[in-house]
């Protein structure tokens, strides 16, 4: 069963890509995710998604102009698996049971098109159905059949805020300067 994944964000635009990869980041963390490595240089994404960590807590980490090669030659060498989300590749249900099965798994999820290389790389090309539509939506939907749901209910260890769930209305507890 996977106890960590992480997710690698290629083709980032830092002129037109910003709110969407900074979106990606959150949705890794938000959804059990505890790495983001962006391919890119743009220090703005990462402080926003470190910002966000900071204060709503949990073990998640955001780096800054990785090496998109590199990032996956040391995951795989570490022991991980890497799935590359795209809609041309396998469909989630034929495959997420036998990627499930890996301790370790890398998302890699792209904006513009995405390297050949790439889809030789991965382990597993996964597609969350064979139609074009979003990497946020496609990095959310397979972290949730990933981890099974499980996700949802995660603790967030020394978030210095945090919603108190409530059928209406918005209520929270902490400081109201850190919301
Ligand atoms: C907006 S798409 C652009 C894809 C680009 N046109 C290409 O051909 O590589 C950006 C990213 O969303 C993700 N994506 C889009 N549709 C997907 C699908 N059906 N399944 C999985 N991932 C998808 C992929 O990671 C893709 O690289």
């Not at 969407?20 to 998604?49: E, M, N, P």
């Not at 499930?100 to 890699?108: C, K, M, P, Q, T």
Request: glycine share 8%.
């Amino acid at each position: 069963m996977t106890s960590e994944a992480a997710v690698l964000r290629l083709g980032h635009r830092p002129e037109r890509d910003q709110r969407v990869t900074t979106h990606v980041g959150l949705t890794a963390r938000a959804l059990g995710a505890t790495r983001f490595f962006l391919a890119a240089d743009d220090l703005g994404v990462v402080r926003s998604i470190s910002d966000v960590v900071d204060r709503w807590g949990g073990d998640f980490r955001a780096e800054n102009d990785v090496k998109w090669r590199r990032c996956i030659a040391d995951w795989k060498a570490d022991g991980g698996v890497v799935v590359h989300l795209t809609m041309y590749g396998l469909n989630l249900p034929d495959v997420i049971d036998e990627v499930r099965s890996h301790d370790r798994v890398l998302a890699v999820v792209g904006a513009e098109k995405v390297p050949g290389e790439v889809y030789s790389l991965a382990d597993y090309n996964v597609a969350v159905t064979n139609q074009p539509h979003s990497e946020i939506a496609g990095l959310a939907v397979f972290l949730d059949r990933l981890f099974e749901g499980r996700e949802l209910s995660a603790d967030f260890p020394r978030a210095k805020i945090r919603v108190i769930p409530s059928a209406h209305g918005k209520l929270a507890e902490g400081p109201t300067e850190e919301r």
